[in-house]
Protein backbone atom coordinates (compact mmCIF):
# COMPACT_ATOMS: atom_id res chain seq x y z
CA UNK A 1 0.00 0.00 0.00
CA UNK A 2 2.83 2.59 0.92
CA UNK A 3 4.62 1.73 -2.27
CA UNK A 4 1.49 2.03 -4.17
CA UNK A 5 1.03 5.82 -2.47
CA UNK A 6 5.03 6.76 -3.49
CA UNK A 7 4.09 5.13 -6.98
CA UNK A 8 1.25 7.92 -7.27
CA UNK A 9 3.20 10.59 -5.29
CA UNK A 10 6.43 10.52 -8.10
CA UNK A 11 3.80 10.33 -11.18
CA UNK A 12 2.35 13.02 -9.91
CA UNK A 13 5.34 15.35 -8.92
CA UNK A 14 7.07 14.18 -12.15
CA UNK A 15 4.69 16.17 -14.41
CA UNK A 16 4.35 14.93 -18.18
CA UNK A 17 5.24 11.56 -19.67
CA UNK A 18 9.34 11.67 -20.19
CA UNK A 19 10.77 10.85 -23.44
CA UNK A 20 13.45 7.60 -23.51
CA UNK A 21 16.20 9.75 -24.67
CA UNK A 22 15.24 12.16 -21.02
CA UNK A 23 15.02 8.94 -18.91
CA UNK A 24 18.62 7.77 -20.32
CA UNK A 25 19.73 11.67 -19.60
CA UNK A 26 18.17 11.29 -16.36
CA UNK A 27 19.99 8.18 -15.43
CA UNK A 28 23.82 8.87 -16.62
CA UNK A 29 23.43 12.21 -14.79
CA UNK A 30 22.60 9.68 -11.44
CA UNK A 31 25.33 7.47 -12.12
CA UNK A 32 27.97 10.51 -10.88
CA UNK A 33 25.68 12.04 -8.78
CA UNK A 34 23.95 9.28 -6.76
CA UNK A 35 27.35 8.12 -5.37
CA UNK A 36 28.72 11.89 -4.68
CA UNK A 37 25.16 12.29 -2.98
CA UNK A 38 25.97 8.98 -0.23
CA UNK A 39 29.24 10.41 0.21
CA UNK A 40 28.04 13.83 1.82
CA UNK A 41 25.50 11.78 3.69
CA UNK A 42 28.32 9.31 4.82
CA UNK A 43 30.46 12.27 5.96
CA UNK A 44 27.71 14.33 7.36
CA UNK A 45 26.37 11.64 9.88
CA UNK A 46 29.67 9.92 11.34
CA UNK A 47 30.64 13.80 11.79
CA UNK A 48 27.02 13.91 13.78
CA UNK A 49 27.52 10.85 15.13
CA UNK A 50 31.16 11.64 16.53
CA UNK A 51 30.11 15.05 18.06
CA UNK A 52 27.48 13.17 20.01
CA UNK A 53 29.15 10.30 21.07
CA UNK A 54 29.74 9.79 24.71
CA UNK A 55 26.69 12.86 24.88
CA UNK A 56 23.77 10.50 23.07
CA UNK A 57 22.99 6.72 23.57
CA UNK A 58 25.71 4.14 21.63
CA UNK A 59 22.49 2.97 20.04
CA UNK A 60 22.41 6.16 18.45
CA UNK A 61 25.36 7.42 17.76
CA UNK A 62 27.01 3.78 16.96
CA UNK A 63 24.57 1.17 15.90
CA UNK A 64 22.23 3.62 14.05
CA UNK A 65 24.51 5.98 12.34
CA UNK A 66 25.94 2.23 11.38
CA UNK A 67 23.34 1.25 9.51
CA UNK A 68 22.65 4.69 7.82
CA UNK A 69 26.42 4.65 7.12
CA UNK A 70 26.05 1.08 5.61
CA UNK A 71 23.19 2.30 3.32
CA UNK A 72 24.87 4.84 2.17
CA UNK A 73 28.20 2.63 1.15
CA UNK A 74 25.89 0.31 -0.39
CA UNK A 75 24.42 2.12 -2.68
CA UNK A 76 27.33 4.66 -3.34
CA UNK A 77 29.25 1.53 -4.37
CA UNK A 78 26.08 0.17 -6.34
CA UNK A 79 25.87 3.13 -8.28
CA UNK A 80 29.43 3.08 -8.96
CA UNK A 81 29.18 -0.10 -10.70
CA UNK A 82 26.31 1.11 -12.88
CA UNK A 83 28.93 2.66 -15.19
CA UNK A 84 30.39 -0.45 -16.75
CA UNK A 85 26.70 -1.90 -17.46
CA UNK A 86 24.17 -1.54 -19.95
CA UNK A 87 20.87 -0.62 -19.34
CA UNK A 88 17.42 -1.02 -20.71
CA UNK A 89 14.86 1.52 -20.51
CA UNK A 90 12.73 -0.91 -18.22
CA UNK A 91 15.61 -1.00 -16.13
CA UNK A 92 16.97 2.74 -16.19
CA UNK A 93 13.74 3.88 -15.17
CA UNK A 94 13.47 0.79 -11.79
CA UNK A 95 16.97 2.39 -10.87
CA UNK A 96 15.28 6.47 -10.97
CA UNK A 97 12.53 4.98 -9.62
CA UNK A 98 14.44 3.19 -6.70
CA UNK A 99 16.56 6.08 -5.79
CA UNK A 100 13.36 8.19 -5.64
CA UNK A 101 11.88 6.00 -2.85
CA UNK A 102 15.77 5.65 -1.35
CA UNK A 103 15.71 9.31 -0.63
CA UNK A 104 12.26 9.32 0.48
CA UNK A 105 13.02 6.53 3.30
CA UNK A 106 16.50 7.61 3.71
CA UNK A 107 15.50 11.18 4.16
CA UNK A 108 12.93 10.11 6.91
CA UNK A 109 15.44 7.87 8.79
CA UNK A 110 18.14 10.28 8.69
CA UNK A 111 15.34 13.25 9.55
CA UNK A 112 13.99 11.24 12.84
CA UNK A 113 18.01 9.91 13.65
CA UNK A 114 18.92 13.72 13.91
CA UNK A 115 15.57 14.96 15.63
CA UNK A 116 16.17 11.98 18.42
CA UNK A 117 20.60 13.38 18.67
CA UNK A 118 19.03 17.05 19.18
CA UNK A 119 17.38 16.15 22.36
CA UNK A 120 20.92 15.52 24.01
CA UNK A 121 23.99 17.51 24.60
CA UNK A 122 24.37 21.19 24.83
CA UNK A 123 23.26 24.44 22.43
CA UNK A 124 26.51 23.51 20.42
CA UNK A 125 25.45 19.83 19.76
CA UNK A 126 22.34 21.25 18.55
CA UNK A 127 23.64 23.55 16.47
CA UNK A 128 25.87 20.74 14.82
CA UNK A 129 22.04 18.77 14.43
CA UNK A 130 20.54 22.07 12.45
CA UNK A 131 23.61 22.63 10.31
CA UNK A 132 23.50 18.82 9.25
CA UNK A 133 20.34 19.14 8.05
CA UNK A 134 20.71 22.06 6.39
CA UNK A 135 23.59 21.42 4.97
CA UNK A 136 22.30 17.75 3.82
CA UNK A 137 19.41 19.10 2.46
CA UNK A 138 21.06 21.30 0.04
CA UNK A 139 23.96 18.77 -0.79
CA UNK A 140 21.04 16.34 -1.62
CA UNK A 141 19.11 19.05 -3.50
CA UNK A 142 22.23 19.39 -5.69
CA UNK A 143 23.45 16.40 -6.31
CA UNK A 144 19.53 15.43 -7.36
CA UNK A 145 19.12 18.70 -9.57
CA UNK A 146 18.14 16.35 -12.22
CA UNK A 147 15.42 14.14 -10.98
CA UNK A 148 12.71 16.76 -9.96
CA UNK A 149 10.57 14.16 -8.37
CA UNK A 150 13.72 13.45 -5.73
CA UNK A 151 13.78 17.17 -5.19
CA UNK A 152 10.51 17.59 -3.87
CA UNK A 153 10.60 14.12 -1.78
CA UNK A 154 13.91 15.88 0.14
CA UNK A 155 12.53 19.30 0.05
CA UNK A 156 9.34 17.59 1.84
CA UNK A 157 10.70 14.76 3.95
CA UNK A 158 14.07 16.45 5.26
CA UNK A 159 13.60 20.45 4.21
CA UNK A 160 9.79 21.03 6.15
CA UNK A 161 9.80 18.79 9.08
CA UNK A 162 13.41 20.95 9.58
CA UNK A 163 11.32 24.26 9.24
CA UNK A 164 8.52 23.04 11.79
CA UNK A 165 10.91 21.27 14.39
CA UNK A 166 13.26 23.88 14.78
CA UNK A 167 10.21 26.77 14.36
CA UNK A 168 8.81 24.92 17.51
CA UNK A 169 11.91 24.82 19.46
CA UNK A 170 11.24 28.43 21.50
CA UNK A 171 14.81 29.10 20.78
CA UNK A 172 15.13 32.98 19.14
CA UNK A 173 18.58 31.27 16.89
CA UNK A 174 17.02 28.74 15.85
CA UNK A 175 13.96 29.95 14.30
CA UNK A 176 16.04 32.26 13.14
CA UNK A 177 17.90 29.51 11.27
CA UNK A 178 14.86 27.74 10.14
CA UNK A 179 13.60 31.04 8.50
CA UNK A 180 16.69 31.31 6.55
CA UNK A 181 16.27 27.82 5.88
CA UNK A 182 12.87 28.59 4.39
CA UNK A 183 14.27 31.55 2.21
CA UNK A 184 17.19 29.05 0.79
CA UNK A 185 14.70 26.33 0.55
CA UNK A 186 11.94 28.71 -1.48
CA UNK A 187 14.88 29.68 -3.81
CA UNK A 188 16.36 26.47 -4.53
CA UNK A 189 14.19 24.22 -5.35
CA UNK A 190 12.68 26.80 -8.33
CA UNK A 191 16.32 27.09 -9.72
CA UNK A 192 16.61 23.27 -9.24
CA UNK A 193 13.55 22.62 -11.22
CA UNK A 194 14.04 25.37 -13.83
CA UNK A 195 17.93 23.34 -13.82
CA UNK A 196 16.12 20.34 -14.98
CA UNK A 197 13.46 22.04 -17.64
CA UNK A 198 16.36 23.77 -19.33
CA UNK A 199 18.21 20.33 -19.33
CA UNK A 200 15.14 18.78 -20.79
CA UNK A 201 14.81 21.33 -23.77
CA UNK A 202 18.96 20.55 -24.35
CA UNK A 203 17.67 16.92 -24.50
CA UNK A 204 14.60 17.10 -26.69
CA UNK A 205 16.79 19.40 -28.47
CA UNK A 206 19.51 16.80 -29.22
CA UNK A 207 16.88 14.66 -30.05
CA UNK A 208 15.02 17.34 -32.56
CA UNK A 209 18.42 17.95 -33.90
CA UNK A 210 19.11 14.29 -34.62
CA UNK A 211 15.59 13.50 -36.05
CA UNK A 212 16.08 16.30 -38.26
CA UNK A 213 19.29 14.69 -39.92
CA UNK A 214 17.79 11.53 -39.91
CA UNK A 215 15.14 13.70 -41.72
CA UNK A 216 17.48 14.92 -43.99
CA UNK A 217 19.51 11.98 -45.22
CA UNK A 218 16.21 10.26 -45.68
CA UNK A 219 15.16 13.77 -47.84
CA UNK A 220 18.07 13.07 -49.71
CA UNK A 221 17.44 9.57 -50.57
CA UNK A 222 14.21 10.09 -51.68
CA UNK A 223 14.88 13.27 -53.63
CA UNK A 224 17.68 11.04 -55.30
CA UNK A 225 14.87 8.52 -56.08
CA UNK A 226 12.25 11.29 -57.41
CA UNK A 227 14.80 13.36 -59.52
CA UNK A 228 14.32 9.98 -61.92
CA UNK A 229 11.37 8.03 -60.74
CA UNK A 230 7.43 8.97 -60.30
CA UNK A 231 6.80 8.83 -56.94
CA UNK A 232 3.22 6.41 -57.57
CA UNK A 233 4.23 4.51 -61.22
CA UNK A 234 7.22 3.90 -60.07
CA UNK A 235 7.96 4.98 -64.00
CA UNK A 236 10.43 7.36 -65.60
CA UNK A 237 9.35 10.79 -64.58
CA UNK A 238 9.67 14.09 -66.50
CA UNK A 239 13.30 14.94 -66.08
CA UNK A 240 14.71 11.56 -66.60
CA UNK A 241 12.61 11.28 -69.84
CA UNK A 242 13.94 14.79 -70.68
CA UNK A 243 17.17 13.42 -69.94
CA UNK A 244 16.79 9.80 -72.01
CA UNK A 245 15.17 12.00 -75.06
CA UNK A 246 17.99 14.00 -74.83
CA UNK A 247 20.92 11.30 -74.43
CA UNK A 248 19.01 9.72 -77.65
CA UNK A 249 19.13 12.85 -80.14
CA UNK A 250 23.15 12.93 -79.26
CA UNK A 251 23.62 9.49 -79.74
CA UNK A 252 22.03 9.17 -82.80
CA UNK A 253 24.61 10.22 -85.27
CA UNK A 254 22.89 8.27 -88.49
CA UNK A 255 19.77 10.35 -87.67
CA UNK A 256 17.82 6.57 -87.40
CA UNK A 257 13.79 7.67 -87.08
CA UNK A 258 12.26 7.12 -83.83
CA UNK A 259 8.72 8.17 -82.45
CA UNK A 260 7.88 10.65 -79.70
CA UNK A 261 3.96 10.03 -78.10
CA UNK A 262 2.02 11.44 -75.17
CA UNK A 263 -0.68 10.28 -73.41
CA UNK A 264 -3.09 11.82 -71.83
CA UNK A 265 -6.26 10.49 -70.06
CA UNK A 266 -9.90 11.83 -70.43
CA UNK A 267 -12.11 12.00 -67.86
CA UNK A 268 -9.82 11.21 -65.31
CA UNK A 269 -10.76 14.24 -63.31
CA UNK A 270 -14.17 13.03 -62.37
CA UNK A 271 -12.46 9.53 -60.89
CA UNK A 272 -10.85 12.28 -57.83
CA UNK A 273 -13.99 13.83 -57.62
CA UNK A 274 -16.37 11.51 -57.86
CA UNK A 275 -14.02 8.26 -56.18
CA UNK A 276 -12.02 10.12 -54.56
CA UNK A 277 -7.64 10.36 -55.19
CA UNK A 278 -6.89 7.43 -53.49
CA UNK A 279 -8.97 5.71 -56.59
CA UNK A 280 -7.05 8.16 -58.92
CA UNK A 281 -4.12 7.08 -57.35
CA UNK A 282 -5.29 3.48 -58.08
CA UNK A 283 -5.83 4.11 -61.81
CA UNK A 284 -2.54 5.91 -62.62
CA UNK A 285 -1.05 3.13 -61.35
CA UNK A 286 -3.59 0.66 -63.32
CA UNK A 287 -2.59 2.71 -66.41
CA UNK A 288 1.13 2.27 -66.07
CA UNK A 289 0.81 -1.31 -65.93
CA UNK A 290 -1.26 -1.86 -68.89
CA UNK A 291 0.66 1.14 -70.80
CA UNK A 292 4.19 -0.91 -69.48
CA UNK A 293 2.56 -4.94 -70.44
CA UNK A 294 1.22 -3.08 -74.10
CA UNK A 295 4.72 -1.36 -74.69
CA UNK A 296 6.74 -4.75 -73.79
CA UNK A 297 10.10 -3.46 -72.48
CA UNK A 298 10.49 -1.62 -75.91
CA UNK A 299 11.68 2.24 -75.84
CA UNK A 300 11.05 4.67 -72.98
CA UNK A 301 7.97 5.26 -70.82
CA UNK A 302 7.33 7.79 -68.50
CA UNK A 303 4.73 9.93 -66.17
CA UNK A 304 5.40 12.96 -66.84
CA UNK A 305 2.69 14.97 -65.32
CA UNK A 306 -0.49 14.42 -63.07
CA UNK A 307 -2.07 11.78 -65.68
CA UNK A 308 0.09 12.42 -68.83
CA UNK A 309 2.63 9.96 -70.16
CA UNK A 310 5.05 9.77 -72.58
CA UNK A 311 6.73 7.27 -74.58
CA UNK A 312 9.82 6.96 -76.87
CA UNK A 313 10.14 4.08 -79.32
CA UNK A 314 12.57 3.27 -82.30
CA UNK A 315 10.37 3.51 -85.81
CA UNK A 316 10.90 2.03 -88.72
CA UNK A 317 7.47 1.33 -89.31
CA UNK A 318 4.55 2.98 -91.58
CA UNK A 319 2.19 5.31 -90.76
CA UNK A 320 -0.52 2.80 -90.45
CA UNK A 321 1.65 0.54 -87.82
CA UNK A 322 2.04 4.24 -85.90
CA UNK A 323 -2.01 4.43 -86.15
CA UNK A 324 -2.57 0.47 -84.91
CA UNK A 325 -0.04 1.45 -82.40
CA UNK A 326 -2.33 4.39 -81.00
CA UNK A 327 -5.46 2.75 -81.32
CA UNK A 328 -3.79 -0.60 -79.11
CA UNK A 329 -2.92 2.43 -76.09
CA UNK A 330 -6.38 3.90 -76.49
CA UNK A 331 -8.27 0.92 -76.77
CA UNK A 332 -5.91 -0.52 -73.27
CA UNK A 333 -7.54 2.42 -71.58
CA UNK A 334 -11.17 2.18 -72.57
CA UNK A 335 -10.81 -1.28 -70.31
CA UNK A 336 -12.81 -0.11 -67.15
CA UNK A 337 -11.08 -0.07 -63.91
CA UNK A 338 -12.24 -1.92 -61.14
CA UNK A 339 -12.55 0.33 -57.99
CA UNK A 340 -13.54 -0.43 -54.47
CA UNK A 341 -16.57 1.82 -55.14
CA UNK A 342 -17.31 0.67 -58.03
CA UNK A 343 -16.26 0.74 -61.89
CA UNK A 344 -14.96 3.32 -63.29
CA UNK A 345 -14.32 4.64 -67.62
CA UNK A 346 -12.16 6.45 -68.94
CA UNK A 347 -10.37 7.23 -72.17
CA UNK A 348 -7.25 8.22 -73.41
CA UNK A 349 -5.69 10.21 -76.09
CA UNK A 350 -2.87 10.21 -77.93
CA UNK A 351 -0.18 12.53 -80.17
CA UNK A 352 2.67 11.18 -81.80
CA UNK A 353 5.50 13.19 -83.67
CA UNK A 354 8.11 11.46 -85.64
CA UNK A 355 11.81 12.24 -85.55
CA UNK A 356 13.32 13.71 -87.68
CA UNK A 357 10.18 14.50 -89.66
CA UNK A 358 8.27 17.06 -86.62
CA UNK A 359 11.41 18.37 -85.49
CA UNK A 360 15.22 17.60 -84.55
CA UNK A 361 15.27 18.91 -81.07
CA UNK A 362 13.67 17.58 -77.62
CA UNK A 363 11.21 20.32 -77.54
CA UNK A 364 10.93 20.38 -80.70
CA UNK A 365 9.79 16.91 -80.83
CA UNK A 366 7.85 17.25 -77.71
CA UNK A 367 5.88 20.48 -78.50
CA UNK A 368 4.65 18.57 -81.68
CA UNK A 369 3.73 15.42 -80.19
CA UNK A 370 1.73 17.79 -77.94
CA UNK A 371 0.37 19.68 -80.69
CA UNK A 372 -0.98 16.41 -81.92
CA UNK A 373 -2.37 15.58 -78.57
CA UNK A 374 -4.36 18.73 -78.33
CA UNK A 375 -6.02 17.82 -81.86
CA UNK A 376 -6.84 14.49 -80.86
CA UNK A 377 -8.53 15.41 -77.66
CA UNK A 378 -9.91 18.49 -79.08
CA UNK A 379 -11.50 16.61 -82.08
CA UNK A 380 -12.09 12.98 -81.11
CA UNK A 381 -11.28 11.99 -77.99
CA UNK A 382 -9.72 8.56 -77.12
CA UNK A 383 -7.78 8.49 -80.54
CA UNK A 384 -4.61 8.91 -81.79
CA UNK A 385 -2.87 11.55 -84.15
CA UNK A 386 0.50 12.02 -85.75
CA UNK A 387 1.84 15.52 -86.13
CA UNK A 388 1.47 16.12 -89.92
CA UNK A 389 2.59 18.93 -92.43
CA UNK A 390 -1.40 20.37 -91.97
CA UNK A 391 -0.78 20.60 -88.55
CA UNK A 392 2.33 22.45 -88.96
CA UNK A 393 0.68 25.10 -90.95
CA UNK A 394 -1.80 25.11 -88.49
CA UNK A 395 1.00 26.29 -85.52
CA UNK A 396 2.52 29.12 -88.17
CA UNK A 397 -1.06 29.91 -88.22
CA UNK A 398 -1.29 30.19 -84.44
CA UNK A 399 1.70 31.89 -84.11
CA UNK A 400 0.70 34.44 -86.37
CA UNK A 401 -2.73 34.77 -84.42
CA UNK A 402 -0.41 35.30 -81.76
CA UNK A 403 1.82 38.21 -83.02
CA UNK A 404 -1.60 40.05 -84.42
CA UNK A 405 -3.52 39.38 -81.25
CA UNK A 406 -0.98 41.27 -79.00
CA UNK A 407 -1.75 44.32 -81.54
CA UNK A 408 -5.34 43.83 -81.47
CA UNK A 409 -6.08 45.85 -78.62
CA UNK A 410 -3.18 48.88 -79.04
CA UNK A 411 -5.12 49.59 -82.93
CA UNK A 412 -8.72 49.18 -81.09
CA UNK A 413 -9.16 45.57 -83.54
CA UNK A 414 -11.27 44.23 -80.82
CA UNK A 415 -15.14 45.47 -80.52
CA UNK A 416 -18.06 44.50 -79.14
CA UNK A 417 -21.45 43.09 -80.24
CA UNK A 418 -24.31 42.17 -77.96
CA UNK A 419 -26.98 39.92 -77.68
CA UNK A 420 -30.19 40.41 -75.53
CA UNK A 421 -31.39 38.15 -73.16
CA UNK A 422 -35.49 38.10 -72.88
CA UNK A 423 -37.80 37.73 -70.75
CA UNK A 424 -39.97 35.04 -72.45
CA UNK A 425 -43.19 35.56 -71.36
CA UNK A 426 -43.31 39.13 -72.97
CA UNK A 427 -40.14 38.97 -75.28
CA UNK A 428 -38.57 42.38 -74.03
CA UNK A 429 -35.07 42.57 -73.57
CA UNK A 430 -33.50 42.34 -69.87
CA UNK A 431 -29.83 42.45 -70.07
CA UNK A 432 -27.58 42.30 -72.93
CA UNK A 433 -24.63 39.96 -73.01
CA UNK A 434 -21.31 41.38 -74.35
CA UNK A 435 -19.75 39.10 -76.82
CA UNK A 436 -15.88 39.83 -78.17
CA UNK A 437 -15.81 40.59 -81.97
CA UNK A 438 -11.96 40.66 -83.79
CA UNK A 439 -11.46 42.05 -87.00
CA UNK A 440 -7.87 42.06 -88.68
CA UNK A 441 -7.11 43.63 -91.62
CA UNK A 442 -4.83 40.40 -92.75
CA UNK A 443 -6.69 37.29 -90.81
CA UNK A 444 -10.81 39.00 -91.83
CA UNK A 445 -13.25 38.09 -89.13
CA UNK A 446 -11.17 35.93 -86.67
CA UNK A 447 -13.97 33.33 -84.33
CA UNK A 448 -13.89 34.08 -80.87
CA UNK A 449 -13.54 30.35 -80.81
CA UNK A 450 -10.14 30.98 -82.26
CA UNK A 451 -8.72 33.85 -80.43
CA UNK A 452 -9.94 33.36 -76.84
CA UNK A 453 -8.24 30.34 -76.03
CA UNK A 454 -5.12 31.79 -77.47
CA UNK A 455 -5.63 35.61 -75.47
CA UNK A 456 -6.10 33.12 -72.63
CA UNK A 457 -2.74 31.29 -72.78
CA UNK A 458 -0.59 33.89 -73.50
CA UNK A 459 -2.04 36.42 -71.58
CA UNK A 460 -2.95 38.94 -73.43
CA UNK A 461 -7.00 38.41 -72.18
CA UNK A 462 -6.68 40.75 -69.36
CA UNK A 463 -5.52 43.48 -71.60
CA UNK A 464 -8.90 42.49 -73.91
CA UNK A 465 -10.91 42.37 -70.15
CA UNK A 466 -10.01 45.91 -69.56
CA UNK A 467 -10.64 47.23 -72.86
CA UNK A 468 -13.38 45.69 -73.80
CA UNK A 469 -15.80 46.31 -70.03
CA UNK A 470 -14.29 50.16 -70.38
CA UNK A 471 -16.84 50.23 -73.88
CA UNK A 472 -19.13 48.07 -71.78
CA UNK A 473 -19.62 50.21 -69.40
CA UNK A 474 -19.69 53.26 -71.81
CA UNK A 475 -22.59 51.86 -73.19
CA UNK A 476 -24.31 50.60 -70.05
CA UNK A 477 -24.22 54.10 -69.24
CA UNK A 478 -26.70 55.01 -72.15
CA UNK A 479 -29.29 52.30 -71.72
CA UNK A 480 -32.30 52.49 -69.94
CA UNK A 481 -31.93 51.51 -65.90
CA UNK A 482 -33.53 48.24 -65.97
CA UNK A 483 -31.58 46.53 -68.09
CA UNK A 484 -28.45 45.10 -67.17
CA UNK A 485 -25.18 43.82 -68.86
CA UNK A 486 -23.28 40.42 -68.81
CA UNK A 487 -19.79 40.73 -69.10
CA UNK A 488 -17.79 37.27 -69.46
CA UNK A 489 -14.89 36.61 -66.94
CA UNK A 490 -11.98 34.18 -68.02
CA UNK A 491 -9.69 32.09 -65.65
CA UNK A 492 -7.59 34.65 -65.64
CA UNK A 493 -9.45 37.90 -64.77
CA UNK A 494 -11.61 35.51 -61.42
CA UNK A 495 -8.03 34.89 -60.02
CA UNK A 496 -6.22 38.26 -60.66
CA UNK A 497 -7.54 40.65 -57.97
CA UNK A 498 -6.02 43.33 -59.74
CA UNK A 499 -8.11 42.80 -62.48
CA UNK A 500 -11.39 43.03 -60.43
CA UNK A 501 -10.30 46.07 -58.82
CA UNK A 502 -9.88 47.65 -62.49
CA UNK A 503 -13.18 46.61 -63.36
CA UNK A 504 -14.78 47.88 -60.52
CA UNK A 505 -12.71 51.38 -60.48
CA UNK A 506 -14.13 51.48 -63.87
CA UNK A 507 -17.95 51.30 -62.57
CA UNK A 508 -17.18 53.80 -59.73
CA UNK A 509 -15.24 56.12 -62.74
CA UNK A 510 -18.66 56.41 -65.01
CA UNK A 511 -20.71 56.56 -61.95
CA UNK A 512 -22.34 53.27 -63.23
CA UNK A 513 -24.33 50.82 -60.37
CA UNK A 514 -22.56 47.58 -59.15
CA UNK A 515 -25.90 46.51 -59.50
CA UNK A 516 -26.44 46.80 -63.47
CA UNK A 517 -23.38 44.22 -64.20
CA UNK A 518 -23.20 40.40 -64.19
CA UNK A 519 -20.20 38.92 -64.70
CA UNK A 520 -20.41 35.44 -66.03
CA UNK A 521 -17.66 32.77 -65.53
CA UNK A 522 -17.83 29.46 -67.10
CA UNK A 523 -18.04 25.89 -64.92
CA UNK A 524 -15.01 24.93 -66.38
CA UNK A 525 -13.32 27.79 -65.13
CA UNK A 526 -14.42 27.15 -61.63
CA UNK A 527 -13.43 24.01 -61.58
CA UNK A 528 -9.73 24.93 -61.84
CA UNK A 529 -9.44 26.44 -58.36
CA UNK A 530 -13.06 25.82 -56.79
CA UNK A 531 -12.34 27.00 -53.78
CA UNK A 532 -10.31 30.72 -54.74
CA UNK A 533 -13.30 30.91 -57.32
CA UNK A 534 -16.00 30.43 -54.80
CA UNK A 535 -14.08 33.17 -52.46
CA UNK A 536 -13.53 35.61 -55.79
CA UNK A 537 -17.20 35.60 -56.14
CA UNK A 538 -18.85 35.90 -53.49
CA UNK A 539 -16.60 39.06 -52.72
CA UNK A 540 -17.73 40.14 -55.89
CA UNK A 541 -21.27 39.65 -54.72
CA UNK A 542 -20.38 41.54 -51.74
CA UNK A 543 -19.70 44.63 -53.48
CA UNK A 544 -23.00 44.34 -55.80
CA UNK A 545 -22.28 42.58 -58.79
CA UNK A 546 -24.52 39.38 -60.01
CA UNK A 547 -22.42 36.37 -60.78
CA UNK A 548 -23.96 33.48 -63.37
CA UNK A 549 -22.35 30.50 -64.23
CA UNK A 550 -22.41 30.04 -67.29
CA UNK A 551 -22.42 26.83 -69.81
CA UNK A 552 -23.89 24.90 -67.00
CA UNK A 553 -23.95 21.15 -67.55
CA UNK A 554 -20.94 20.64 -69.72
CA UNK A 555 -18.38 20.32 -67.21
CA UNK A 556 -18.01 16.90 -64.60
CA UNK A 557 -19.82 16.65 -61.79
CA UNK A 558 -21.79 19.86 -61.90
CA UNK A 559 -24.60 18.87 -59.10
CA UNK A 560 -21.79 17.93 -56.68
CA UNK A 561 -20.59 21.24 -56.98
CA UNK A 562 -23.25 23.66 -57.23
CA UNK A 563 -23.94 23.85 -53.46
CA UNK A 564 -20.24 25.36 -52.89
CA UNK A 565 -20.54 27.83 -55.39
CA UNK A 566 -21.46 31.69 -55.27
CA UNK A 567 -23.94 33.13 -58.22
CA UNK A 568 -26.86 34.20 -58.79
CA UNK A 569 -28.07 33.25 -62.34
CA UNK A 570 -27.40 29.64 -63.96
CA UNK A 571 -26.97 30.05 -67.61
CA UNK A 572 -28.26 25.95 -68.93
CA UNK A 573 -26.21 25.34 -72.03
CA UNK A 574 -27.27 24.96 -75.49
CA UNK A 575 -26.68 21.56 -75.83
CA UNK A 576 -29.67 20.49 -73.99
CA UNK A 577 -31.79 22.75 -75.50
CA UNK A 578 -30.92 21.12 -79.92
CA UNK A 579 -32.61 17.99 -79.44
CA UNK A 580 -35.14 19.65 -76.54
CA UNK A 581 -38.14 18.39 -78.41
CA UNK A 582 -37.28 14.81 -79.38
CA UNK A 583 -35.68 14.01 -76.24
CA UNK A 584 -37.39 13.18 -73.24
CA UNK A 585 -33.92 13.12 -71.23
CA UNK A 586 -33.01 16.78 -71.83
CA UNK A 587 -36.46 18.02 -71.19
CA UNK A 588 -36.32 15.74 -67.89
CA UNK A 589 -32.52 17.47 -67.27
CA UNK A 590 -33.84 21.23 -68.05
CA UNK A 591 -36.80 20.76 -65.88
CA UNK A 592 -34.51 19.37 -63.32
CA UNK A 593 -32.13 22.21 -63.01
CA UNK A 594 -34.96 24.97 -63.48
CA UNK A 595 -35.93 23.51 -60.08
CA UNK A 596 -32.68 23.27 -58.56
CA UNK A 597 -32.74 27.36 -59.25
CA UNK A 598 -35.71 27.08 -57.50
CA UNK A 599 -34.52 25.66 -54.42
CA UNK A 600 -31.15 28.16 -54.44
CA UNK A 601 -33.54 31.27 -55.02
CA UNK A 602 -31.51 31.75 -58.18
CA UNK A 603 -32.32 32.40 -61.55
CA UNK A 604 -31.77 30.34 -64.68
CA UNK A 605 -30.96 31.56 -68.10
CA UNK A 606 -31.66 29.14 -71.43
CA UNK A 607 -28.90 29.70 -73.90
CA UNK A 608 -29.32 28.54 -77.99
CA UNK A 609 -32.90 28.85 -78.00
CA UNK A 610 -33.64 28.89 -81.71
CA UNK A 611 -36.85 28.47 -83.01
CA UNK A 612 -40.94 29.15 -81.63
CA UNK A 613 -40.95 25.17 -80.82
CA UNK A 614 -37.98 25.62 -78.50
CA UNK A 615 -39.39 28.76 -76.94
CA UNK A 616 -42.79 27.62 -76.24
CA UNK A 617 -41.67 24.06 -74.68
CA UNK A 618 -39.07 25.91 -72.00
CA UNK A 619 -42.02 28.03 -70.97
CA UNK A 620 -43.72 25.26 -70.36
CA UNK A 621 -41.30 23.36 -68.01
CA UNK A 622 -41.34 26.67 -66.16
CA UNK A 623 -38.16 28.49 -67.90
CA UNK A 624 -38.29 32.19 -67.93
CA UNK A 625 -35.39 33.91 -69.17
CA UNK A 626 -33.93 33.04 -72.75
CA UNK A 627 -31.52 33.74 -74.77
CA UNK A 628 -30.84 32.83 -78.80
CA UNK A 629 -31.26 33.04 -82.21
CA UNK A 630 -34.80 33.23 -81.96
CA UNK A 631 -35.23 36.56 -80.45
CA UNK A 632 -32.03 38.39 -81.22
CA UNK A 633 -28.82 37.53 -82.82
CA UNK A 634 -24.93 39.20 -81.66
CA UNK A 635 -25.02 42.50 -83.01
CA UNK A 636 -23.87 46.10 -82.48
CA UNK A 637 -25.35 47.80 -79.83
CA UNK A 638 -27.17 50.71 -82.61
CA UNK A 639 -29.33 47.83 -83.57
CA UNK A 640 -30.89 47.03 -80.61
CA UNK A 641 -34.27 48.98 -79.92
CA UNK A 642 -33.54 49.39 -75.85
CA UNK A 643 -36.40 51.74 -75.14
Not at 400 to 408: C, D, K, P
Not at 460 to 479: H, M, N, S, Y
Not at 596 to 613: H, I, K, M, R, W
Request: overall charge negative; hydrophobic content about 45%.
Amino acid sequence: MLIKIFTYFIKLADGRKKSPQIIFAQFNELLTKVPLLYIILLVNSLTLAYTHYGVAPDYLTLYIAGILSVACISRAVRWYGFRHLTFSLKQAQKQIQMTVFFSIFMGIGFTLWAFTLFTYGDIILQAHVAYFMSITVIGVLVCLIHLPVAVWAAAITVGLPFIVFFTLSGQPVFVAISFNFLMVLASLVPITLSYYRAFSNVVNAKIELEQQHEKTQRLNVQNELLANQDGLTKLANRRSFAAYLNKKLEGNQANNSFLVGLIDLDGFKPVNDIHGHAAGDRVLTEVSLRLQNLLNDEGMLARIGGDEFALVIDHNTSHADIQTLGKRITQALQIPFSMRTGLVQISGSCGFAIFPDAGDSADELMDRADFALYEAKSNARGSSIIFSQEHERLIRQKSQLELALNQSVKNNEITLHYQPIVDANTGKIIGLEALARWFNNELGQVPPSLFIPIAEKTGVVTDITLCLFEQAVVALKRWPSHLFLSFNLSVHDVINQQTLALLKGMLDTHEVATSRVQFEITETTMMTDLEQCSLTTKALQAQGFKIALDDFGSGYSSLSYIHKLAFNNLKIDRSFVENLQEDQRSQGVVKTILELCSSFNVSCTVEGVETPEQKDLLLALGCKQMQGYYFYRPAPIEQFDLV
